[in-house]
């Protein structure tokens, strides 16, 4: 380490661990000669399921942002960094004479524009995402192309939805027409594949040790975070102990969860599917996952990510704010205003959520800047109304300011019916990938940056 040239894709090793680096002045002077160095742009899809109650979501009126709506108002105190976007559609993810399957075109749809052959067999397809697209053409420039993740288990098998494969309904990530690529779910999985190690062998050998000792993955590292804190100016230190410390606080939380299953009898398999199912312990492994996405960034492992809070046409139950009903069955309203209540929580809480992991983005400073400023992060999902299956007028917001060409504050409105594919393409466009098509798409949004 002491005489390594640093760059951003420089590791501190030891035993089997090779953990990356957060953003560093010292490493930004390394490649550019100036002390304050150019961050990279992140993208990230942030994908909640069954539609809105719309009327809580969308403001009042265009232009400037006044008082958010009651599903945004988690958002108020970042209110210049997002845009609410409406009147983008996803068309293909309508029937065109294919009958029933909404929420699985929906999902399927959504970053690809594409529409998804009917079948629950091997042959399916659908389109490339623009996730995907991002990393193929922009992914070698990290150790992960992409992360995919999410907090509902699913198979990529069998039939979920009216005769569509559950590979539409469990993934939104599409590396070709015909290859999903399937999200994890697990936390510790997560962790150890971002930090755990480069070699398969070692990583679980070091994983073991590191059960078996009670150990953090930063003990087996520090010999050699201690040389490169010698060759490091104050400032640095200082972000090399955040991001120590973020890592650490990821450990503990993992620790205590999987202890508390254990207390109670739950392991193995049956804690991995309580985890993955969020029940009792949801919030935390929306956080969980959301913070070790921004760790990811932060530590420039991956600039492109994916992130299902649920998969489509799920009924979990969101007893944690008094929702004993299934969320799939509470969309289904009817106009029956106790469900229309229940939805209206169910989506405030989503939000609730983004606001912790956007707060978390705008706490990482880059230099001047912070890791928020140089992302652009969509959320939203692939029906409006689930009562009526529509995929018009979507929900969707994007946030981060984009390397700084991204202004927040707006609520943009689009005629009803542009692609949603338009605003994806547009946003390859800024993160280095232009001059491309994808699905459905029909030229640039205007009015964004």
Known sequence: MKNANMTRRTLLRGAGVALALPYLEAIAFAQTGKSEGEAPLRMAFLFVPNGINMAHWTPATEGALGALPHALEPLAGLKDHFNVLTGLTQNWAFAHGDGGGDHARSAAAWLTGCKPVKTSGANIKVGLSADQLAAAKRGSLTRFPSLEIGCERGGLAGDCDSGYSCAYSNTISWRTENSPV???????????????????????????QRKLNNKSILDFVLEDAKSLQGRLGAHDRHKMDEYF????????????????????????EALKARMSGGMPDYPDHVRLLGDMMVLAFQADITRISTFMFANEGSNRAYKQIGINDGHHETSHHGRNPEKLESLKKINRFHVEQLAYILQKMQSVKEGKSTLLDNTMLVYGGGISDGDRHNHDDLPLLIAGGAGGTLKGGQHIKYKNGTPMTNLLITMLDRFGVPGETLGDSTGKVQQLF
């Open 182 to 208: 399937s999200k994890e779910t697990d936390p510790r999985l997560v962790f150890e594949r971002l930090f755990g190690g480069e070699d398969v062998n070692e990583s679980a050998e070091a994983r073991e």
């Open 245 to 268: 410390t973020g890592i650490r606080e990821i450990e503990r939380r993992m620790s205590f969860l999987e202890k508390a299953g254990k207390e109670t009898g739950v392991s193995g």
